[in-house]
């Protein structure tokens, strides 16, 4: 349970102010918060994050408990450092692709959230949690979460949040945690 609830908050922290979110906000909009562009972005982030998992179950057993500490830690750092710059909108707002809601949510968010910081912390989090499979689904519905939110609401109330406090109070808080951790790993504390 340890490894769902850290994936989950962590990922949460991570993308409420990714550009998957973002890119989640402009399709809110243009097609409204329907139950296609809905599950296209909860079926990409399961996707992105199962790929995730993968690449953890991969390496895992190749490193021992304090090196996947580590790991964990600087996807938290990273994660955090990212966190805390502003947030740049997606350059491609997808407005040539006539696939409809569903495909163009789900091949949208899927690009632009495989690589970007809430899957290395998906990742971190499965190399170093006692169950990888929690730690992804954790992962997935923190980020389903934020890029739901932001479909509910559509880009011009996704523009009216104060994106820079939410960025850096969960920067601030994924730093802390993350430099908490390689402490830990390092047993310097």
């Keep these: 349970m340890d490894s769902l609830l850290t994936a989950l908050v962590a990922a949460l922290l991570a993308g409420a102010v990714d550009r998957p979110a973002w890119l989640a906000a402009i399709l809110g909009e243009r097609f409204g918060p329907r139950a296609g562009v809905l599950a296209g972005i909860v079926l990409a982030q399961a996707a992105v994050m199962a790929i995730a998992v993968a690449g953890a179950l991969a390496v895992r057993d190749l490193m021992n408990s304090n090196a996947r500490s580590l790991l964990l830690a600087l996807s938290l750092i990273f994660a955090?450092?990212?966190?805390?710059?502003?947030?740049?909108?997606?350059?491609?707002?997808?407005?040539?692709?006539?696939?409809?809601?569903?495909?163009?949510?789900?091949?949208?968010?899927?690009?632009?959230?495989?690589?970007?910081?809430?899957?290395?912390?998906?990742?971190?989090?499965?190399?170093?949690?006692?169950?990888?499979?929690?730690?992804?689904?954790?992962?997935?519905?923190?980020?389903?979460?934020?890029?739901?939110?932001?479909?509910?609401?559509?880009?011009?109330?996704?523009?009216?949040?104060?994106l820079r406090a939410i960025g850096a109070v969960g920067g601030a808080l994924l730093l802390i945690a993350g430099i908490v951790t390689a402490l830990g790993a390092l047993r310097l504390i």
């Design 80 to 162: 955090g450092a990212g966190a805390l710059m502003p947030a740049k909108p997606p350059r491609d707002r997808l407005e040539g692709w006539t696939i409809g809601a569903f495909a163009t949510s789900l091949a949208g968010t899927f690009i632009l959230a495989f690589g970007e910081r809430v899957q290395f912390v998906a990742f971190g989090a499965a190399a170093a949690g006692s169950s990888p499979i929690l730690a992804g689904i954790g992962a997935a519905a923190g980020a389903a979460v934020a890029g739901v939110a932001a479909a509910m609401l559509g880009e011009r109330a996704w523009r009216r949040l104060p």
